[in-house]
């Protein structure tokens, strides 16, 4: 049984001994309450029975849980420069046995394991030979987790989000924004600059597992916002930063033609 009204409960308790004043955790904190709640809608449009509905709340409730520790150890999101958030989060949870504050029954460890570890990977890099409803709940945690990534990126502090302060002053490396030319795949090692974080924003788009993440960022438009908001100084780059805008924009139209018309 999934109790996801004890599990809220439980995540507010953990937080608490966290720094509240920061904004990394108050942003991380919000951002994990939202995904969980896009998590069960999206299952919920799926027409998905009611135990993975709730497992997929939950899944959303913990994606991020290592997060709080990598802040407070590092003062980073950045897990090249700290460690890996996802890992962190599943030590955390089995490791340390938080897992049972949040739920009673052992049943759903792997799947719960599974798409924690797998929300944050490079999509080759993806856990293989495991089982239909495990690689479910997988997609549903990345979709949306980057519904809300791109809901934060449109209007959050800059220094937050990218850890740069004067993102218009840098530039996109050749190596990525070649890799989002020709496959609109980026190797997250190969970034050098936070505005090759930026491209791998863009990238999110075509790695929608279902269509409605991609209809919720079409309907608020969270793709054109991010594109206005930044102003890139180089003329090079300016001219790069459109062809990524128009790349993504045009492949949200074709693949939701019907739905934009």
Known sequence: MIDITKAKKEFKKYVEKYDINNPKIRLKIAHIERTSAIARKMAESLKLSKEDVELAELIGLLHDIGRFEQVKKYGTFVDHLSENHAKIGVDTLFKDGLIRNFIEDSKYDKRIELAIIN??????????????????????????????????????????????????????????????????????????????????????????????????????????????????????TKERFKEIYDITNNYIKERLKGYYD
């Not at 002053?169 to 496959?183: C, L, Q, S």
């Not at 090692?189 to 079409?218: E, M, P, Q, S």
């Open 119 to 236: 929300h944050n990977k490079d999509k080759k890099d993806i856990t293989k030979n495991i089982s239909d409803r495990e690689n479910l709940h997988i997609k549903l945690i990345r979709d949306s987790d980057k519904t809300d990534i791109l809901y934060i990126l449109t209007f959050e502090d800059e220094k937050a989000v990218w850890e740069s302060d004067n993102l218009e002053e840098e530039k996109f490396t050749d190596e990525i924004f070649r890799e989002f030319i020709e496959d609109h795949n980026i190797v997250y090692k190969n970034r050098k600059t936070h505005a090759d974080t930026l491209i791998c924003h863009f990238a999110y788009a075509f790695d929608f597992n279902f269509d409605y993440g991609l209809k919720y960022v079409l309907d608020n438009k969270y793709y054109e916002k991010l594109y206005k908001r930044f102003n890139f100084k180089d003329e090079e």
